[in-house]
């Protein structure tokens, strides 16, 4: 039933050990380099999805995925208007480690920030993400959607910010992470916690959903 991955309530009904197999060009890259050949992945779902609604009625659809040797996965869907996008991230630890504006900062990676005003004199929490994402010999712009803002179905208190970025320049002409994400999670008072993902889109009919 190919049809039903059109359908955002398909999505909306995924859940914590749900088997999802993935026969992405990425996905396949990295089962041939495993000694794997030509063949799809099956990820577990390994939690509840997170499912988050922006003020423009937009929904995010978090899904964290695990298979025993492959990278771990979040399945990221969007579902606008009634249309599905699915993308996959993956974080890099040595390229960006989660954590709080302040911690985030004092790791090095003010880079996903833009300057404020005056250098010497600022809060954390004014802090704007960049525009432009430049590291490593690659370049990543801010999509025209900007940030968005939203509150999530499960725990109404929770929110977040998630920005997503375009590659637009890299030194590599194999670089795969064609998109880059950030997501900052946080509560009322509290202090946030800052998440960076590389990632790629996949197309419906490279994902296959066995519902437990």
């Given amino acids: 039933m ?3 991955k059109h359908e955002p309530n398909f999505w909306r009904s995924i859940k914590r ?6 026969s992405d060009e990425e996905t396949l890259n990295e089962s ?6 030509l063949s799809a992945v099956d990820f577990t779902v390994n939690a509840a999805p997170e499912i988050m609604t922006d003020q423009a009625g937009c929904e995010y659809l978090m899904i964290s995925l695990e298979a025993s040797g492959k990278t771990d996965l979040m399945l990221f869907v969007i579902i606008f208007d009634g249309e599905v996008d699915v993308k996959a991230f993956f974080e890099d630890a040595e390229c960006f480690s989660p954590n709080s504006r302040g911690e985030v900062i004092e790791d090095g990676n003010e880079w996903i920030f ?3 005003e005056d250098e010497s004199n600022f809060d954390f929490d004014d802090l704007e993400f960049a525009k432009v994402i430049d590291f490593d010999d690659t370049t990543y712009t801010m999509k025209a959607t900007g940030t968005a803002h939203g509150n999530f179905r499960h725990d109404s208190e929770l929110a977040a910010f998630v920005t997503e970025y375009d590659l637009t320049e ?3 002409e194999e670089c795969t992470s064609t998109e880059l994400l950030i997501i900052e999670k946080f509560r009322p008072e509290a202090e946030g916690f800052v998440s960076l993902y590389f990632g ?6 490279d994902i296959t959903v066995l519902q437990a």
Avoid at 17 to 22: K, N, R, Y
Avoid at 200 to 205: D, G, R
Wanted: hydrophobic share 35%; aromatic share 8%; glycine share 12%.
């Fill in 114 to 116: 833009a300057e404020p």
């Fill in 17 to 22: 050990g749900d088997i999802i197999s993935l």
């Fill in 170 to 172: 890299a030194e590599d």
């Fill in 2 to 4: 190919a049809y039903q």
């Fill in 200 to 205: 790629y889109k996949i197309t419906l009919m």
């Fill in 32 to 37: 041939m380099e495993d000694g794997e050949g």
